[in-house]
């Protein structure tokens, strides 16, 4: 089994963004991190790996941050770790990035599954996994929370992905692109060992004509969305009602009253 | 190239979501704008044809109706072959997707498949100097992007559910259905759908016009039971916080949050709520927030409208009999 993990870094899920008057986003003193759903399509990809044998590499179309995610990932316990990049990917939209991600993919050749995480923690789209799928031929599955079942021989997969009414289970051939989503697994902790290899690892880095990419398919003149502005939400002021009746029974009464009058029951 | 919009109707076992409907709307609004017609993508298994007129009560001008089982359980290869088809043929400017985790997946493929640009997850979406701008929160909601297509076309765009107002159904419009076939055939098809679990308890999450939410102080999983039968009095959906689903007291499918489901109800009851950041980035744009919690210097009470401090097991079995008394 080979397995490809893509990923990206992102800032700490716990930073607290801003934007400058020039339009410059910032997370202040928050680190990068390895995006946080990336770590169930990693620690899935181990857990495979651990059954099935094999490889596991992950790879990321980034600049140099992005090895902050290829670190974490390889600390984690995968094989390789590849990086994509040359200045003219910068400005990707997810048109340009999937482009980027699939050439990669078609190059390695030998690839059985790629996994992706179910989104990306900064910008959200949710669209680099299908994307990939669909410039592959793959079959999609996305959001998978269960892989029931894995063939390799057989070259068959079947997941349990949600949707909004439940969970849809879904077989489909190898190989096959898996958005894992999270209740899929619980994400190792790095070790000191996994730190100390990850330290001293190699990380290739493919040009866009190691990967035979066209140039007009990649970064802002591959890309059909631009996004000139981005800004702070407005603030909401103020604080609770507190609803307060003499005994429970009347506290509740009073509260119901009022969201009848809200006209939102 | 015309200036049509296509809006694509989902459905679930021949029912149609509510996101279609609230994407329907947006596309009505759109198309009056520009003085142009609205086309419904109505694509699903034997049975679905009274869809059709629904589509057009809420908005459409004609309807393309494909009613194949190969089209009945979602899966993205046949529906994305077929709307890439009828968008080839009749370049729409505009395609609307609900943002449901169907449309999410729909949305990049189709845009892949047509080599143009799809902005996900929008919660505005305005003309401005006869340019369409789309505003959608990133980072969890700590901040918002305006985004535009300039050149590429048909612009792709998933809304967000529920930023959108799902209009009143008028079943005097009349429009035009026109029959179309699948483009892809089974056995081109490469996943097959083998089964489907339906989440226990109903309502769904996302759609849910109230939703009651539990966290840590629901104590446990039977700390949902009073919770349980408030939301059946309501009709609401149930939520739960990241730590009592860490805890593993409630699925994962219930969460809401960062790490969960983002939603935006009219009323959103949270009990036992602290109101992490997290959690707020889940619910925040909820209409009316109501936070019962023992803590009065829990977080929630900033973000709330109305706010009860006692014990949730106390205050929750109250306003159940209040709203059963009221609502009868």
């Known amino acids: ?265 | 190239m015309s200036n049509d919009i296509f809006v694509w109707v989902e459905q679930f076992s021949g029912h149609p979501t509510a996101a279609s409907w609230e994407a329907a709307g947006l596309a009505r609004r759109l198309a009056d704008e520009l003085g142009s017609d609205v086309t419904a993508c109505v694509f699903g298994g034997q049975g679905i044809e009274p869809l059709a007129q629904e589509a057009i009560s809420y908005g459409a001008d004609r309807v393309l109706l494909a009613e194949d089982a190969t089209l009945a359980d979602f899966r993205v290869e046949p529906q994305a072959a077929l709307l890439a088809k009828v968008v080839r043929e009749a370049e729409p400017a505009v395609v609307l997707i609900g943002a449901t985790f169907r449309g999410r997946e729909l949305g990049p493929a189709l845009a892949v498949e047509l080599d143009t640009g799809c902005i996900a997850d929008c919660t505005a979406l305005e003309f401005e100097d006869g340019q369409l701008v789309a505003t959608r929160p990133i980072y969890a909601g700590k901040l918002l992007s305006r985004c535009v297509i300039p050149e590429r076309r048909p612009q792709i765009f998933t809304t967000r559910v529920r930023a959108f107002p799902k209009p009143e159904p008028d079943s005097s419009r009349s429009g035009e259905v026109t029959r179309v076939e699948p483009v892809l055939a089974e056995d081109e098809i490469p996943s097959k759908v083998t089964g489907f679990k339906e989440t226990k308890g109903g309502v769904s999450l996302t759609d849910a016009a109230i939703i009651v939410s539990g966290g840590r102080g629901v104590g446990g999983p039977e700390g949902y039971e009073p919770l349980r039968e408030l939301a059946q009095v309501l009709g609401a959906a149930l939520g739960a916080s990241r730590a009592a689903v860490d805890a593993g007291w409630i699925p994962y499918e219930h969460q809401v949050g960062q790490t969960g489901k983002t939603v935006s109800p009219d009323l959103y009851i949270a009990c036992g709520i602290s109101g992490a950041i997290q959690h707020q980035a889940g619910m925040r744009t909820s209409k009316v927030i109501v936070a019962i919690n023992k803590d009065p210097e829990a977080p929630i009470f900033k973000l709330a409208h109305y706010g009860i401090v006692n014990d949730l097991f106390k205050v929750v079995p109250a306003l159940t009999e209040a709203f059963k008394e009221k609502l009868g």
């Open chain 1, 1 to 265: 089994m080979h397995i490809v993990v893509c990923t990206k870094h992102t800032p700490d899920s716990e930073a607290k963004m801003s934007v400058d008057e020039a339009g410059n986003v910032s997370w202040g003193e928050s680190p990068l991190i390895i995006n946080p759903w990336d770590e169930y399509a990693v620690e899935e990809a181990l857990l495979l790996r651990e059954k099935y044998g094999g490889t596991v590499t992950v790879i990321s179309m980034g600049p140099e941050e992005a090895l902050e995610a290829l670190k974490h990932a390889i600390a984690m316990g995968c094989d390789e770790a590849i990086r994509i990049w040359e200045e003219s990917c910068a400005d990707s939209d997810t048109l340009a990035t999937s482009y980027v991600l699939a050439r990669a993919i078609e190059k390695m050749g030998d690839v059985d599954l790629v996994l992706f995480g179910k989104s990306a923690i900064d910008a959200e789209t949710w669209q680099t996994g299908p994307a990939v799928a669909r410039r592959l031929g793959y079959p999609s599955l996305m959001y998978t929370i269960k892989i029931a079942e894995l063939d390799p021989d057989g070259r068959t997969i079947t997941v349990e992905r949600l949707l909004e009414e439940g969970r849809q289970v879904v077989s489909a051939p190898l190989p096959a692109v898996v958005g894992t989503t999270k209740g899929i697994n619980e994400p190792r902790y790095t070790s000191f060992i996994g730190i100390r290899k990850a330290a001293r690892m190699e990380y290739p880095l493919w040009t866009l004509a190691d990967i035979g990419a066209e140039a007009d398919k990649v970064g802002a003149a591959g890309s059909a969305v631009r996004w000139p502005q981005i800004f702070m939400p407005p603030v909401r002021e103020g604080e609770a009602e507190i609803i307060e009746g003499e005994t429970v029974a009347e506290t509740a009464r009073i509260l119901v009253e009022k969201l009848l009058a809200e006209k939102v029951i």
